[in-house]
């Protein structure tokens, strides 16, 4: 189960350093979008039990150690800090395709 966390993380990374070096504003947002996601992958998985135990313990497993909830408070913490962020970066992207001083108030002419 490592290893496939550790390819999903790094097929991760790899696809948000390629699309945030890309040339095109859109994609350097997903970029950013997929590397927090991956960033949050990282810390889950580093948080996992001894011995790749499940950090979700169910039924008869429950009686064995349990997972720390630290990591997964962090990583709640993560996402809605990545979901402000990606909101942010559309906005600037947005503002960015609309033109220099288009994001200023107009003045009436009576001014």
Request: hydrophobic share 50%; net charge negative.
């Amino acid at each position: 189960m490592i290893g496939l966390s550790a390819l999903v993380v790094g097929v991760l990374f790899s696809a948000s350093v390629y699309l945030m070096l890309s040339g095109d504003r859109q994609q350097a947002v997903f970029g950013f979008v997929a590397l927090a996601n991956a960033t949050n992958l990282v810390v889950l998985a580093a948080s996992g039990l001894p011995g790749g135990a499940s950090p979700a313990l169910l039924g008869e497993e429950a009686s064995g150690p349990y997972p720390d909830p630290l990591p997964q408070a962090f990583v709640l913490t993560a996402i809605v800090i990545g979901l402000a962020n990606t909101a942010y970066l559309i906005y600037l992207t947005a503002a960015a395709d609309r033109g220099p001083g288009a994001d200023r108030a107009e003045r009436s002419e009576s001014d």
